[in-house]
């Protein structure tokens, strides 16, 4: 699976850690390909607060048809 920036995706995980639930909606802000690929994606709460903002491999991501 191949994103670009401003892209809506699913998180295929949680991340309790994080406040991050399985199946909540991210964008993507970045995208990083030095060593591997990474997407930097940002999780807003209904108030559009951001959650958390942090780098994801693509595994851990669904792409939002």
């Known amino acids: 699976m191949k994103l670009s920036t401003y892209d809506v ?5 949680s991340i309790p850690e994080e406040g991050l639930i399985k199946g909540m909606i991210g964008t993507v802000i970045d995208v990083h390909s030095s ?3 990474a997407y930097e994606v940002e999780f807003c ?3 559009g607060r951001t959650i958390a903002s942090l780098a994801l491999a693509p595994e851990q991501l669904e792409h939002n048809p």
């Open 9 to 13: 995706v699913v998180l295929a995980n």
């Open 35 to 37: 060593l591997a690929v």
């Open 45 to 47: 709460d209904q108030h």
